[in-house]
């Protein structure tokens, strides 16, 4: 199972947008990106650039992005603009747990970083359910490989996603 985490064609952040919007998640590992021009974006790049520089920033594990890390805790941080998609953040972090472990490396929490909210929420190892991660990634892979994006889902949240022209155009 450590392989399939490795051989994964998405990136932990990717696999994120499974939670948000399916069609995201398609258009985005099909190549197609919009968000170097979102606010919202620039908002979360900033929020990091706000972390310890004693810490280990920005940590590339394979096709994952650790926005930093504390080894002598055993910890790995996230930070995010807001806990408006918190599912997708757990599921994120839960990842990037399950791949330390699966390398022999002793991190067993994580610690999501809200801007907006000055909140955080911590995850253990001992909490993460592997096969549902494993779920999550074969149902994302699949999703990719589709001819075409899935449609709208009712409801999206559309209005402040970097896609929304492109989608309602």
Same mark, same amino acid.
């Given at each position: 199972? *450590?392989?399939?985490?490795?051989?994964?064609?998405?990136?932990?952040?990717?696999?994120?947008?499974? *939670?948000?919007?399916?069609?995201?998640?398609?258009?985005?590992?099909?190549?197609?990106?919009?968000?170097?021009?979102?606010?919202?974006?620039?908002?979360?790049?900033?929020?990091?650039?706000?972390?310890?520089?004693?810490?280990?920033?920005?940590?590339?594990?394979?096709?994952?992005?650790?926005?930093?890390?504390?080894?002598?805790?055993?910890?790995?941080? +996230?930070?995010?603009?807001?806990?408006?998609?918190? +599912?997708?953040?757990?599921?994120?972090?839960?990842?990037?747990?399950?791949?330390?472990?699966?390398?022999?490396?002793?991190?067993?929490?994580?610690?999501?970083?809200?801007?907006?909210?000055?909140?955080?929420?911590?995850?253990?190892?001992?909490?993460?359910?592997?096969? +549902?991660?494993?779920? !999550?990634?074969?149902?994302? +892979?699949?999703?990719?490989?589709?001819?075409?994006?899935?449609? !709208?889902?009712?409801?999206?949240?559309?209005?402040?996603?970097? *896609?929304?022209?492109?989608?309602?155009?």
């Amino acid at each position: 199972m *450590f392989e399939f985490l490795l051989l994964s064609k998405i990136p932990p952040s990717q696999l994120g947008y499974y *939670f948000i919007c399916k069609r995201k998640l398609w258009l985005v590992a099909n190549g197609i990106e919009q968000e170097q021009h979102s606010s919202i974006v620039q908002l979360a790049k900033l929020a990091e650039a706000t972390v310890n520089l004693r810490k280990t920033k920005n940590l590339k594990l394979f096709n994952a992005v650790i926005d930093w890390v504390e080894l002598r805790n055993n910890t790995i941080h +996230e930070y995010k603009a807001s806990d408006k998609y918190s +599912e997708a953040s757990r599921f994120q972090c839960n990842y990037y747990l399950l791949l330390f472990n699966r390398m022999g490396c002793p991190v067993d929490t994580a610690v999501i970083h809200y801007k907006a909210t000055n909140k955080t929420e911590t995850l253990l190892l001992a909490n993460v359910v592997e096969s +549902e991660i494993f779920k !999550i990634i074969e149902a994302a +892979e699949q999703l990719v490989l589709q001819e075409t994006p899935p449609g !709208i889902p009712k409801g999206a949240p559309c209005k402040h996603c970097a *896609f929304f022209d492109f989608c309602y155009s």
